[in-house]
Protein backbone atom coordinates (compact mmCIF):
# COMPACT_ATOMS: atom_id res chain seq x y z
CA UNK A 1 0.00 0.00 0.00
CA UNK A 2 1.77 3.52 -1.19
CA UNK A 3 1.79 5.58 2.23
CA UNK A 4 -0.39 8.32 0.46
CA UNK A 5 -2.93 5.39 0.89
CA UNK A 6 -2.61 5.85 5.08
CA UNK A 7 -5.67 7.81 6.22
CA UNK A 8 -3.79 10.58 7.60
CA UNK A 9 -4.82 12.46 11.18
CA UNK A 10 -6.69 15.29 11.36
CA UNK A 11 -5.57 17.95 13.23
CA UNK A 12 -7.40 20.58 15.64
CA UNK A 13 -5.74 22.84 17.93
CA UNK A 14 -8.18 21.92 20.20
CA UNK A 15 -7.12 18.99 19.82
CA UNK A 16 -4.13 19.51 22.10
CA UNK A 17 -4.99 18.86 25.61
CA UNK A 18 -4.12 21.60 28.29
CA UNK A 19 -1.51 21.04 30.49
CA UNK A 20 -2.98 20.84 34.17
CA UNK A 21 -1.85 20.50 37.52
CA UNK A 22 -1.27 16.87 38.40
CA UNK A 23 -2.29 15.95 41.90
CA UNK A 24 0.13 13.71 43.62
CA UNK A 25 -0.59 9.75 42.15
CA UNK A 26 0.25 7.33 45.03
CA UNK A 27 0.83 4.81 42.83
CA UNK A 28 3.46 7.13 40.52
CA UNK A 29 4.73 8.20 44.25
CA UNK A 30 8.75 7.89 43.65
CA UNK A 31 8.62 4.94 46.46
CA UNK A 32 6.19 3.35 45.08
CA UNK A 33 7.84 3.22 41.64
CA UNK A 34 10.84 2.02 43.56
CA UNK A 35 8.98 -0.79 44.84
CA UNK A 36 7.93 -1.51 41.06
CA UNK A 37 11.18 -1.87 40.29
CA UNK A 38 12.27 -4.15 42.75
CA UNK A 39 9.48 -6.69 41.75
CA UNK A 40 10.80 -5.97 37.61
CA UNK A 41 14.62 -7.05 39.22
CA UNK A 42 13.32 -10.13 41.43
CA UNK A 43 12.01 -11.29 37.79
CA UNK A 44 14.65 -11.31 36.03
CA UNK A 45 16.73 -14.59 35.71
CA UNK A 46 19.89 -14.89 37.60
CA UNK A 47 22.45 -16.47 35.30
CA UNK A 48 25.74 -16.00 37.41
CA UNK A 49 28.06 -19.38 38.02
CA UNK A 50 29.52 -20.20 41.12
CA UNK A 51 28.78 -18.71 44.69
CA UNK A 52 26.89 -15.83 45.20
CA UNK A 53 25.94 -14.34 48.52
CA UNK A 54 24.68 -10.86 47.05
CA UNK A 55 21.07 -11.46 45.10
CA UNK A 56 20.82 -10.30 41.68
CA UNK A 57 17.93 -8.06 42.52
CA UNK A 58 19.93 -6.33 45.12
CA UNK A 59 22.86 -5.87 42.48
CA UNK A 60 20.50 -4.07 40.30
CA UNK A 61 18.99 -2.00 42.69
CA UNK A 62 22.43 -1.01 44.21
CA UNK A 63 23.68 0.34 40.72
CA UNK A 64 19.96 1.82 40.42
CA UNK A 65 20.59 3.65 43.86
CA UNK A 66 23.68 5.01 42.89
CA UNK A 67 22.09 6.59 39.56
CA UNK A 68 19.13 7.60 41.81
CA UNK A 69 21.16 9.51 43.57
CA UNK A 70 23.64 10.75 41.32
CA UNK A 71 27.07 9.36 42.78
CA UNK A 72 29.66 10.93 40.51
CA UNK A 73 31.36 7.89 40.76
CA UNK A 74 30.48 4.02 42.31
CA UNK A 75 33.84 4.80 45.14
CA UNK A 76 32.31 7.95 46.21
CA UNK A 77 29.45 5.79 47.43
CA UNK A 78 29.65 5.86 50.61
CA UNK A 79 28.76 2.40 51.71
CA UNK A 80 28.97 2.50 55.57
CA UNK A 81 27.54 5.17 56.02
CA UNK A 82 24.56 4.65 53.65
CA UNK A 83 23.66 1.19 54.21
CA UNK A 84 20.44 1.72 56.10
CA UNK A 85 18.77 4.43 53.85
CA UNK A 86 19.58 1.94 51.39
CA UNK A 87 17.85 -0.45 53.04
CA UNK A 88 14.80 1.08 53.94
CA UNK A 89 14.37 3.59 50.99
CA UNK A 90 15.81 1.45 48.01
CA UNK A 91 14.52 -1.98 49.68
CA UNK A 92 18.28 -3.52 49.26
CA UNK A 93 18.26 -6.20 51.57
CA UNK A 94 22.30 -6.72 51.42
CA UNK A 95 24.35 -3.94 49.93
CA UNK A 96 27.36 -5.82 48.07
CA UNK A 97 30.99 -3.93 47.61
CA UNK A 98 31.58 -3.05 44.26
CA UNK A 99 33.24 -5.57 42.49
CA UNK A 100 30.34 -7.76 43.78
CA UNK A 101 28.10 -5.65 42.34
CA UNK A 102 29.98 -5.04 39.01
CA UNK A 103 30.86 -9.01 38.58
CA UNK A 104 26.82 -9.77 39.42
CA UNK A 105 25.97 -7.03 36.30
CA UNK A 106 28.42 -8.19 33.76
CA UNK A 107 26.74 -11.20 32.89
CA UNK A 108 22.57 -9.65 32.62
CA UNK A 109 21.30 -9.53 29.37
CA UNK A 110 20.04 -5.48 28.48
CA UNK A 111 17.09 -6.94 27.19
CA UNK A 112 15.52 -8.71 30.66
CA UNK A 113 15.60 -4.66 31.90
CA UNK A 114 12.79 -3.95 29.34
CA UNK A 115 10.00 -5.02 31.36
CA UNK A 116 10.94 -1.91 33.64
CA UNK A 117 10.52 0.67 31.51
CA UNK A 118 7.32 -1.00 30.17
CA UNK A 119 6.01 -1.19 33.92
CA UNK A 120 6.68 2.54 34.45
CA UNK A 121 5.08 3.60 31.26
CA UNK A 122 1.98 1.49 32.16
CA UNK A 123 1.51 2.59 35.53
CA UNK A 124 1.50 6.62 33.88
CA UNK A 125 -1.26 5.06 31.89
CA UNK A 126 -2.61 3.73 34.77
CA UNK A 127 -2.69 6.92 36.67
CA UNK A 128 -3.79 9.05 33.72
CA UNK A 129 -0.48 10.88 33.74
CA UNK A 130 0.63 9.65 30.26
CA UNK A 131 -2.29 11.28 29.28
CA UNK A 132 -0.50 15.19 30.23
CA UNK A 133 2.14 14.11 26.88
CA UNK A 134 -0.61 13.51 24.26
CA UNK A 135 0.29 15.99 21.35
CA UNK A 136 -2.61 16.02 19.49
CA UNK A 137 -5.50 13.49 19.51
CA UNK A 138 -4.84 11.03 21.27
CA UNK A 139 -1.35 10.25 19.34
CA UNK A 140 1.87 11.00 21.58
CA UNK A 141 5.29 12.71 19.78
CA UNK A 142 8.43 10.29 20.11
CA UNK A 143 11.41 11.17 19.25
CA UNK A 144 14.52 8.73 18.65
CA UNK A 145 17.91 9.92 18.75
CA UNK A 146 21.21 8.03 18.81
CA UNK A 147 24.53 9.55 21.23
CA UNK A 148 27.60 7.60 22.18
CA UNK A 149 28.56 7.48 25.86
CA UNK A 150 31.86 5.66 25.86
CA UNK A 151 35.08 5.56 23.95
CA UNK A 152 38.80 4.39 24.96
CA UNK A 153 41.67 2.87 22.88
CA UNK A 154 42.43 0.60 25.95
CA UNK A 155 39.07 -0.36 27.57
CA UNK A 156 37.03 -2.99 25.64
CA UNK A 157 34.40 -5.54 26.09
CA UNK A 158 32.59 -8.09 23.83
CA UNK A 159 29.53 -5.65 22.94
CA UNK A 160 32.08 -2.70 22.08
CA UNK A 161 31.87 -1.20 18.70
CA UNK A 162 35.64 -0.95 17.26
CA UNK A 163 37.04 1.57 14.52
CA UNK A 164 40.43 0.43 12.79
CA UNK A 165 42.41 3.13 12.44
CA UNK A 166 45.37 3.48 9.67
CA UNK A 167 48.04 3.51 12.02
CA UNK A 168 46.71 -0.01 13.81
CA UNK A 169 45.45 1.48 17.11
CA UNK A 170 41.48 0.90 17.35
CA UNK A 171 38.88 2.55 19.10
CA UNK A 172 36.21 0.85 21.47
CA UNK A 173 32.87 2.79 21.26
CA UNK A 174 29.31 2.40 23.14
CA UNK A 175 26.12 4.13 21.72
CA UNK A 176 22.43 3.84 21.88
CA UNK A 177 19.39 4.72 20.28
CA UNK A 178 17.14 6.44 22.70
CA UNK A 179 13.53 6.76 22.55
CA UNK A 180 11.67 9.31 24.84
CA UNK A 181 8.02 10.47 24.75
CA UNK A 182 8.13 14.41 24.12
CA UNK A 183 5.52 17.27 24.31
CA UNK A 184 5.99 20.82 22.98
CA UNK A 185 5.37 22.25 26.05
CA UNK A 186 6.75 20.06 28.14
CA UNK A 187 10.16 20.13 30.04
CA UNK A 188 9.86 16.54 31.35
CA UNK A 189 10.33 13.61 29.09
CA UNK A 190 9.13 10.17 29.13
CA UNK A 191 12.35 7.74 28.15
CA UNK A 192 11.79 4.50 27.11
CA UNK A 193 13.65 1.22 26.90
CA UNK A 194 16.72 2.45 24.82
CA UNK A 195 18.28 0.33 21.93
CA UNK A 196 21.67 -0.32 22.50
CA UNK A 197 23.96 -0.06 19.34
CA UNK A 198 26.58 -3.12 19.86
CA UNK A 199 28.24 -5.36 18.38
CA UNK A 200 25.81 -8.05 17.15
CA UNK A 201 26.13 -11.88 18.17
CA UNK A 202 27.66 -14.04 15.59
CA UNK A 203 28.89 -11.07 13.68
CA UNK A 204 32.02 -8.96 13.86
CA UNK A 205 30.47 -6.49 11.74
CA UNK A 206 29.64 -2.96 14.11
CA UNK A 207 25.85 -2.04 13.94
CA UNK A 208 24.32 1.25 12.72
CA UNK A 209 22.17 3.18 13.78
CA UNK A 210 19.61 2.21 10.68
CA UNK A 211 19.36 -1.55 12.37
CA UNK A 212 19.38 -0.21 15.80
CA UNK A 213 16.00 1.76 14.83
CA UNK A 214 14.63 -1.10 13.09
CA UNK A 215 14.83 -3.17 16.35
CA UNK A 216 13.55 -0.59 18.23
CA UNK A 217 10.52 -0.35 16.47
CA UNK A 218 9.89 -3.85 16.31
CA UNK A 219 10.11 -3.83 20.50
CA UNK A 220 8.57 -0.88 21.22
CA UNK A 221 5.29 -2.03 19.41
CA UNK A 222 5.24 -5.30 20.65
CA UNK A 223 6.01 -3.63 24.38
CA UNK A 224 2.90 -1.02 23.40
CA UNK A 225 0.46 -2.37 21.16
CA UNK A 226 -1.76 0.13 21.35
CA UNK A 227 -0.01 3.25 21.73
CA UNK A 228 -0.27 6.09 19.02
CA UNK A 229 2.95 6.99 18.04
CA UNK A 230 3.95 10.62 16.13
CA UNK A 231 7.99 9.87 15.28
CA UNK A 232 9.82 12.90 14.75
CA UNK A 233 13.83 12.99 13.81
CA UNK A 234 16.30 14.26 11.92
CA UNK A 235 16.96 14.08 8.20
CA UNK A 236 19.31 10.86 8.29
CA UNK A 237 15.76 9.58 9.14
CA UNK A 238 14.60 10.55 5.99
CA UNK A 239 15.22 7.22 4.17
CA UNK A 240 12.62 4.91 2.50
CA UNK A 241 13.24 1.65 4.36
CA UNK A 242 13.13 3.38 7.94
CA UNK A 243 9.88 4.87 6.52
CA UNK A 244 8.51 1.25 5.73
CA UNK A 245 9.27 0.08 8.96
CA UNK A 246 7.56 3.28 10.61
CA UNK A 247 4.34 2.31 8.23
CA UNK A 248 4.26 -1.41 9.07
CA UNK A 249 4.21 -0.57 12.49
CA UNK A 250 1.58 1.75 12.48
CA UNK A 251 3.47 4.94 13.09
CA UNK A 252 3.26 7.96 11.74
CA UNK A 253 6.59 10.31 10.91
CA UNK A 254 7.91 14.25 11.04
CA UNK A 255 11.24 13.89 10.16
CA UNK A 256 13.59 16.59 8.95
CA UNK A 257 14.83 16.78 5.24
CA UNK A 258 17.59 18.97 3.95
CA UNK A 259 17.69 20.02 0.48
CA UNK A 260 21.70 18.59 0.10
CA UNK A 261 20.52 15.15 1.11
CA UNK A 262 16.85 15.17 -0.20
CA UNK A 263 17.62 16.92 -3.64
CA UNK A 264 14.37 14.98 -5.25
CA UNK A 265 11.80 15.96 -2.35
CA UNK A 266 13.27 19.62 -3.04
CA UNK A 267 13.16 19.20 -6.78
CA UNK A 268 9.79 18.35 -6.55
CA UNK A 269 8.50 20.83 -4.73
CA UNK A 270 10.25 23.52 -6.81
CA UNK A 271 8.34 21.59 -9.76
CA UNK A 272 5.05 22.03 -7.65
CA UNK A 273 5.95 25.70 -7.14
CA UNK A 274 5.71 26.15 -10.87
CA UNK A 275 2.52 24.91 -11.31
CA UNK A 276 1.04 26.76 -8.60
CA UNK A 277 0.48 23.62 -6.35
CA UNK A 278 2.20 24.43 -3.01
CA UNK A 279 0.03 26.54 -0.45
CA UNK A 280 1.55 29.67 1.56
CA UNK A 281 0.59 30.18 5.04
CA UNK A 282 1.82 33.10 6.86
CA UNK A 283 0.98 33.61 10.64
CA UNK A 284 2.39 35.89 13.58
CA UNK A 285 2.25 34.02 16.94
CA UNK A 286 1.37 36.48 19.41
CA UNK A 287 2.91 33.63 22.71
CA UNK A 288 6.34 33.62 20.72
CA UNK A 289 6.43 36.95 19.29
CA UNK A 290 7.85 35.04 16.11
CA UNK A 291 6.76 35.47 12.45
CA UNK A 292 5.70 32.06 10.42
CA UNK A 293 5.62 31.70 6.77
CA UNK A 294 5.17 27.92 5.74
CA UNK A 295 4.74 26.10 1.94
CA UNK A 296 3.76 22.67 1.74
CA UNK A 297 2.87 20.54 -0.94
CA UNK A 298 1.62 17.18 -0.55
CA UNK A 299 2.00 14.00 -2.03
CA UNK A 300 5.69 13.50 -3.82
CA UNK A 301 8.04 10.99 -4.05
CA UNK A 302 10.97 10.99 -1.38
CA UNK A 303 13.30 9.54 -3.72
CA UNK A 304 14.10 8.14 -7.41
CA UNK A 305 14.45 4.91 -6.42
CA UNK A 306 11.09 5.07 -4.33
CA UNK A 307 8.73 7.02 -6.04
CA UNK A 308 5.87 5.05 -5.05
CA UNK A 309 6.91 5.92 -1.10
CA UNK A 310 4.78 9.26 -1.42
CA UNK A 311 5.69 12.05 1.29
CA UNK A 312 4.11 15.95 2.09
CA UNK A 313 6.70 18.15 2.39
CA UNK A 314 6.50 21.46 4.72
CA UNK A 315 8.78 24.19 5.31
CA UNK A 316 8.74 26.68 7.99
CA UNK A 317 10.89 30.24 7.85
CA UNK A 318 10.70 31.54 11.53
CA UNK A 319 11.35 35.49 11.74
CA UNK A 320 12.00 36.53 15.26
CA UNK A 321 11.31 40.54 15.14
CA UNK A 322 13.22 41.51 18.54
CA UNK A 323 16.40 39.27 17.26
CA UNK A 324 15.66 40.20 14.03
CA UNK A 325 17.10 36.92 13.10
CA UNK A 326 15.33 33.78 11.37
CA UNK A 327 15.61 30.09 10.65
CA UNK A 328 14.59 27.43 8.33
CA UNK A 329 13.29 23.89 8.61
CA UNK A 330 11.51 21.43 6.39
CA UNK A 331 10.15 18.24 7.04
CA UNK A 332 8.47 15.29 5.38
CA UNK A 333 5.38 13.23 6.94
CA UNK A 334 2.76 11.62 6.33
CA UNK A 335 -0.10 13.58 8.14
CA UNK A 336 -2.14 15.53 6.58
CA UNK A 337 -0.76 19.31 6.28
CA UNK A 338 -3.04 21.93 5.52
CA UNK A 339 -3.56 25.93 7.12
CA UNK A 340 -5.30 23.87 10.20
CA UNK A 341 -2.52 21.87 10.74
CA UNK A 342 0.57 23.16 9.62
CA UNK A 343 1.72 24.64 13.00
CA UNK A 344 0.91 22.38 15.21
CA UNK A 345 3.24 19.60 12.81
CA UNK A 346 5.98 22.20 12.94
CA UNK A 347 5.88 22.49 16.95
CA UNK A 348 6.25 18.64 16.83
CA UNK A 349 9.01 18.72 14.04
CA UNK A 350 10.79 21.20 16.06
CA UNK A 351 10.39 19.35 19.61
CA UNK A 352 12.56 17.05 18.43
CA UNK A 353 15.36 18.48 19.68
CA UNK A 354 13.91 17.51 23.44
CA UNK A 355 15.85 14.63 22.99
CA UNK A 356 18.84 15.64 22.75
CA UNK A 357 19.04 18.22 24.91
CA UNK A 358 16.46 17.45 27.65
CA UNK A 359 17.53 13.34 27.78
CA UNK A 360 20.71 13.28 26.82
CA UNK A 361 22.41 16.31 27.52
CA UNK A 362 20.70 15.89 30.95
CA UNK A 363 22.18 12.52 31.38
CA UNK A 364 25.62 13.94 30.06
CA UNK A 365 25.45 17.66 32.24
CA UNK A 366 22.79 17.39 34.92
CA UNK A 367 24.56 15.50 37.46
CA UNK A 368 23.69 11.59 35.79
CA UNK A 369 27.33 11.68 34.77
CA UNK A 370 26.33 9.57 31.56
CA UNK A 371 29.64 9.36 30.27
CA UNK A 372 31.86 7.96 32.95
CA UNK A 373 33.10 5.08 33.10
CA UNK A 374 31.09 3.31 36.11
CA UNK A 375 33.08 -0.06 35.37
CA UNK A 376 33.19 -1.94 31.84
CA UNK A 377 32.88 -5.52 32.34
CA UNK A 378 33.61 -8.41 29.69
CA UNK A 379 30.40 -8.91 28.81
CA UNK A 380 27.38 -6.44 29.02
CA UNK A 381 28.32 -4.19 32.03
CA UNK A 382 28.79 -0.95 30.52
CA UNK A 383 25.41 -1.18 28.41
CA UNK A 384 23.47 -2.54 31.84
CA UNK A 385 24.92 0.42 33.27
CA UNK A 386 23.39 2.57 30.50
CA UNK A 387 20.22 1.20 30.80
CA UNK A 388 19.89 1.50 34.66
CA UNK A 389 21.10 5.13 34.10
CA UNK A 390 17.89 5.85 31.83
CA UNK A 391 15.54 4.25 34.33
CA UNK A 392 17.01 6.15 36.92
CA UNK A 393 16.37 9.29 34.82
CA UNK A 394 12.62 7.91 33.79
CA UNK A 395 11.63 7.60 37.81
CA UNK A 396 13.01 11.57 37.74
CA UNK A 397 10.81 12.22 35.12
CA UNK A 398 7.84 10.86 35.97
CA UNK A 399 8.47 13.28 39.15
CA UNK A 400 9.11 16.09 37.43
CA UNK A 401 5.92 15.15 35.62
CA UNK A 402 3.26 14.17 38.31
CA UNK A 403 4.87 14.64 41.86
CA UNK A 404 4.16 18.25 43.34
CA UNK A 405 6.56 17.31 46.59
CA UNK A 406 9.24 17.04 43.86
CA UNK A 407 8.55 20.05 41.59
CA UNK A 408 8.41 22.40 45.17
CA UNK A 409 11.51 20.85 46.53
CA UNK A 410 13.16 21.54 42.83
CA UNK A 411 11.57 25.11 42.91
CA UNK A 412 12.92 26.20 46.48
CA UNK A 413 16.46 24.40 45.41
CA UNK A 414 16.39 26.24 41.85
CA UNK A 415 18.34 23.54 39.90
CA UNK A 416 18.31 19.96 39.23
CA UNK A 417 22.26 20.14 40.21
CA UNK A 418 21.42 21.51 43.50
CA UNK A 419 18.60 19.38 44.05
CA UNK A 420 20.69 16.12 43.38
CA UNK A 421 23.73 17.86 45.90
CA UNK A 422 21.13 17.91 48.98
CA UNK A 423 19.80 14.89 48.54
CA UNK A 424 22.93 12.88 48.49
CA UNK A 425 23.99 15.29 51.28
CA UNK A 426 20.85 14.27 53.50
CA UNK A 427 20.87 10.98 52.43
CA UNK A 428 24.66 10.35 53.75
CA UNK A 429 24.06 12.18 56.81
CA UNK A 430 20.79 11.27 58.19
CA UNK A 431 18.47 8.26 58.60
CA UNK A 432 15.83 8.06 56.06
CA UNK A 433 12.20 6.20 55.97
CA UNK A 434 11.75 6.68 52.52
CA UNK A 435 12.15 8.96 49.53
CA UNK A 436 9.29 11.12 50.49
CA UNK A 437 10.82 11.33 53.99
CA UNK A 438 14.08 13.02 52.52
CA UNK A 439 11.73 15.11 50.00
CA UNK A 440 10.13 16.38 52.82
CA UNK A 441 13.02 16.87 55.03
CA UNK A 442 14.73 19.09 51.76
CA UNK A 443 11.76 21.42 51.84
CA UNK A 444 10.75 21.66 55.26
CA UNK A 445 13.56 21.03 57.36
CA UNK A 446 13.93 17.61 59.43
CA UNK A 447 12.81 18.85 62.43
CA UNK A 448 9.84 20.49 61.46
CA UNK A 449 6.47 18.79 60.79
CA UNK A 450 5.28 18.47 57.15
CA UNK A 451 2.45 19.44 55.82
CA UNK A 452 0.75 16.28 54.03
CA UNK A 453 0.51 16.45 50.38
CA UNK A 454 -3.06 15.86 48.78
CA UNK A 455 -2.82 12.14 47.53
CA UNK A 456 -4.99 10.95 44.88
CA UNK A 457 -4.92 6.71 45.02
CA UNK A 458 -6.44 6.72 41.84
ZN1 LIG B 1 32.39 -2.26 25.64
Redo the contacts with the bound molecule.
Keep these: MPLSALPSTRFSLEGVLAMSAPQVRTHLSVDALFDLLRTGFAAIADHRSGDTDISLPDALMSAFARFSLKSPSLLAFDQERTEGNLQRVYGIERVPCDTAMRESLDPVEPEALRPLFKHVVRALQRGKALEECVFVEGHYLLALDGTGY?ASQQI??A??LDTHHRNGTIT?R?QMLGAALIHPDQRAVIPLMPEPIITQDGTDKNDCERNAAKRLITKLRRDHPHLQLIVTEDSLSSNAPHIQTLHAHHMHYILGVKEGDHAYVFEHVAAAEQAGRVTYDDRDAPETGLRHRFRFVSDVPLNASNVALRVNCLEGWEWDQAKDQGQYFSWVTDLRVNKGTVYQLMRGGRARWRIENETFNTLKNQGYHFEHNFG?GYQHL?VVFAILMMLAFLVDQVQQLCCPLFQAVWAQLGSKRRLWEKMRALFYAYALESMQHLFEALLYGLKKSAPIFASDSS
Design positions: FHCSCYHHS
